[in-house]
């Protein structure tokens, strides 16, 4: 996505690259739809609670050639997830 017209419903575009259709401002992982968990992301220097695809490290489905990995990264509880999250994030557990 480009901007928040090109995400259906109530998602909005955050800013990873490629853009990233997702539900922004959730505050645990209940806020978020099945398949998908709550977590922080920074963008511009603010912290913002995203959701994020949940995905599997052996077989990853996520847009690799976006510059997506499926790596470990904490949720707003501190449990740790499988999600697919920018590579640039990867290992930095936000």
Not at 35 to 52: D, I, K, L, N, P
Request: with cysteine; glycine share 14%.
């Amino acid at each position: 996505c480009e901007s928040h017209v090109d995400c259906s419903g109530a998602l909005s575009c955050f800013g990873w690259p490629g853009g990233d259709c997702t539900q922004i401002g959730c505050t645990a992982n209940e806020g978020c739809g099945p398949g998908s968990f709550c977590r922080t992301a920074m963008m511009s220097g603010q912290s913002y609670g995203v959701c994020a695809e949940l995905c599997d490290v052996t077989n990853s489905s996520c847009r690799a050639d976006e510059g997506y990995v499926c790596s470990l990264t904490l949720d707003k509880s501190f449990e740790l997830q499988e999600g697919c999250v920018p590579s640039f994030e990867e290992g930095d557990w936000l």
